[in-house]
């Protein structure tokens, strides 16, 4: 098993860095790691070399080098990126402006990024963040665009509508002859000189907040996961853990009860019944499960089922 994990981790180096330099360096940290257990300077190092939007998929590889008791830690200082487009809708016409700032577009060599957000503002209170990569505005890719077609296409209709991802990274480009550098938004400082930081997502119900983990759990011999896992009501759709046995691996990469899980080794569970969670999550000995923390009460529990290997 520590074998193929190695091999997919170095594979995905190779696909994603092109300078010897740095892959020795990316090399090296881990092994420092390794030995020193100091998680924060990793993680730091880490950033020296995933240093463009491109390359942070390998954040996720990583995740199984490290230890069970590490990962939420791990969690909690990497970069939060969505593969997801999340749909807002703002009013452009609102007294106070749409409530952000923006910088990129071809001529500058990269996509279009949020760079300020206005608190309470419009952009603000549907969620947007800084570090989202705007992907359509009014159902049209931008992809293509220059600084100035956005600005006009923004400005066509009342309703703006935008599709975005995070990425957690903004584009550093003062003109079109400098070389693009990128800053990861927790060390971004906006034109304001406010330092900015973001977390993706982040929600509110009923005033208590959830966010989105990751984790990796590798499974050795008979050692089954140690959870239970319930649907969740009509109101509330879903599969959610309601019980962590403790001692488990899931115990121990700090899985709880309330969890929501919303995908597990790329397969979407929103949107999955009951019998299709649990042939999903027996279907591998390696899993990486994304959950979000506390997003229901284990009072909602319907069915449970004890998932072992």
Not at 245 to 265: C, F, R, T, W, Y
């Amino acid at each position: 098993m520590e074998r193929k994990v190695a091999k997919e981790f170095r594979h995905k180096v190779e696909l994603l860095i092109e300078n010897d330099a740095e892959k020795d360096y990316l090399y090296d940290v881990l092994r420092m790691y390794h030995q020193s257990m100091d998680l924060p300077v990793l993680v730091g190092d880490l950033k020296l070399v995933i240093n463009e939007p491109k390359r942070l998929p390998l954040f996720d590889a990583i995740r199984p080098l490290i230890p069970l008791k590490h990962q939420v830690e791990y969690d909690l200082l990497t970069p939060k990126r969505s593969r997801k487009l999340k749909e807002v809708r703002l009013d452009r016409t609102h007294r106070d402006g749409l409530g952000l700032s923006v910088r990129g577009g071809l001529e500058f060599g990269c996509g279009l990024y949020i760079s300020q957000i206005v608190k309470d503002g419009q952009a603000d209170n549907v969620g947007l963040q800084v570090g989202d990569e705007i992907v359509r505005i009014n159902g049209y890719s931008i992809s293509s665009c220059i600084h100035e077609e956005v600005i006009s296409l923004i400005k066509t209709t009342k309703t703006v509508s935008l599709k975005v991802r995070h990425v957690g990274m903004i584009p550093v480009k003062s003109s079109s002859e400098e070389t693009l550098k990128w800053q990861f938004v927790d060390q971004f400082v906006s034109e304001s000189g406010e330092k900015k930081s973001s977390i993706a997502g982040l929600a509110s119900i009923g005033g208590k907040e959830i966010k989105e983990k990751k984790v990796f759990l590798s499974l050795v011999g008979e050692k089954g996961m140690g959870i239970s896992i319930s649907s969740g009501p009509t109101q509330k759709p879903g599969i959610y853990i309601s019980n962590v046995k403790p001692g488990s691996l899931s115990a121990e990469v700090g899985l709880e009860a309330g969890d929501q899980i919303v995908e597990v080794n790329g397969v979407d569970f929103t949107a999955l019944d009951h019998k299709e969670a649990v042939k999903v999550l027996k279907s591998s000995r390696s899993l990486t499960i994304t959950v979000l923390t506390g997003a229901v009460s284990t009072e909602c529990e319907t069915r449970k089922l004890m998932i072992s290997q």
